[in-house]
């Protein structure tokens, strides 16, 4: 595996800039997510209002992503994000205000946290639509989305880390304040790029029209249809893991803010190494088949975790479902970007976003209210389950996935015994990976 392989996307000026500011912001908002979990449950003590707190965090990204998807297909992505980092950078500045002050309340976490969704519901399908944009040679678009992922988990190890010592010794305050200056380093280095104009065709059609367009776009290809269902079912099932665990930290692995912290960096180095595996991949081939094999990684894992008792055992246990889950949502977003058609990118973009991190507030929700009447350890074996069986369903539907990705790849000539005119002999064999 070279080094020059897997982080061949950064040659290109624009992406090189774009991964510098984002592994520096992702850090202050990986601190930011553990210090707010860590705040409320030491508020409240009610894994129910965890879950609440999340909910209210997340369920824009539900109702509004789709909505966002029409704008971002529309209007300059380079700089909604511009805006949306701006807004962002404001949102943890008042939360750290609030929190340093001594004034903090459950119901400002809450309407801050929905402030915060309402953003990310703009952000994401931008921000991945952007991918595409900052890549002059669309053969490495792959490696530019797990490089992208690469630096949410470098984030994602560093963050959780720093944000329990500093729990520990100076407050979550500390850590809003942190994540409000984060945000300069991406805002800069946004600003700095040179950004070739994008063709957008002006369409002047009302937004619901344009919604409507991409929701039959998305749900008329079956490839699309099932990688977003299981996609749902991963995030309303499995992910209430990250809901629940202060109360793993605190009640069942008897630990502080620190071990917090330490858990989710745990899942964050699984998350890292996966990311690695996935930009040294030289084609999107082979993909489609082991989304199944990942999500059933992670989610044997989550009930693993929930039966131990022993914190190294449970790093260990992290490290994996970390590794599954951050596996199963690149490998998606690649095939997805991989298959879609430009002018509808942004829209199933956020039909990705709302499958992925739209649901999980219900999830959250669900697991809140589960964990009060079955404990943790019960919500997350049940999660476990149900994504196990979703991921066996999934597998005995890719010989027909096969058949409708192929004729995509054919076309960009992914596939080049095909593209060089050997179809015949490759139609009387049994039908290479997806």
């Not at 729990?167 to 305050?173: D, K, M, S």
């Not at 917090?260 to 030289?282: D, E």
């Not at 697991?367 to 597998?395: D, E």
């Amino acid at each position: 595996m070279m080094l020059n392989d897997i982080f061949r996307t950064l040659r290109y000026r624009n992406f090189r800039l774009f991964f510098a500011g984002q592994v520096i912001s992702l850090t202050g908002t990986w601190m930011q997510a553990i210090a707010m979990g860590w705040l409320v449950y030491r508020l409240t003590n009610s894994p129910f209002l965890l879950g609440l707190v999340g909910f209210f965090s997340q369920i824009p990204t539900f109702v509004l992503s789709p909505f966002a998807g029409v704008i971002v297909d529309r209007f300059n992505r380079h700089r909604i994000l511009i805006l949306t980092q701006c807004l962002s950078m404001l949102q943890a500045l008042v939360l750290a205000v609030l929190v340093i002050s001594g004034k903090i309340t459950v119901w400002q976490i809450m309407v801050l946290g929905f402030f915060l969704g309402c953003i990310n519901s703009l952000d994401i399908p931008a921000r991945q639509s952007f991918i595409v944009e900052m890549v002059e040679d669309k053969k490495n678009l792959g490696n530019a989305i797990a490089l992208n992922s690469l630096m949410f988990n470098v984030a994602r190890l560093i963050g959780p880390s720093m944000a329990g010592l500093i729990i520990a010794l100076l407050g979550e305050g500390t850590c809003f304040l942190l994540n409000s200056v984060s945000f300069i380093a991406v805002i800069i280095s946004l600003l700095a790029m040179k950004i070739k104009p994008r063709n957008v065709k002006k369409d002047t059609s009302r937004v619901l029209k344009g919604l409507a367009e991409g929701f039959s776009y998305a749900y008329g290809s079956l490839p699309i249809r099932y990688i977003l269902a299981l996609l749902c079912v991963i995030s309303l099932m499995g992910m209430s893991y990250v809901v629940l665990m202060p109360v793993f930290a605190r009640d069942v692995l008897m630990g502080g803010p620190s071990t917090f912290g330490f858990l989710m960096a745990a899942a964050g180095v699984g998350a890292l190494a996966a990311t690695i595996y996935l930009a040294s991949r030289k084609t999107v081939l082979g993909l489609g088949s082991k989304i199944p094999i990942y999500s059933s990684i992670f989610s044997v894992s989550i009930i693993l975790f929930s039966l131990s008792r022993n914190l190294w055992l449970s790093l260990v246990i992290l490290a994996i479902s970390g590794f599954g889950l951050m596996s199963h949502m690149a490998s998606s977003n690649i095939i997805l970007q991989t298959i879609v058609d430009d002018d509808k990118r942004g829209r199933v973009m956020s039909f990705y976003a709302m499958a992925f991190i739209g649901v999980a507030p219900f999830g959250s929700l669900v697991a809140g209210s589960l964990a009060n009447k079955i404990g943790a350890t019960n919500t997350l074996i049940a999660g476990g389950i149900v994504c196990i069986f979703s991921s066996f369903l999934f597998a005995k539907k890719l010989p027909v996935l096969r058949m409708h990705i192929h004729p995509v790849y054919r076309k960009m000539g992914i596939i080049p015994e095909i593209a060089s005119g050997i179809a015949a002999v490759t139609r009387l064999s049994v039908p290479p990976e997806d």
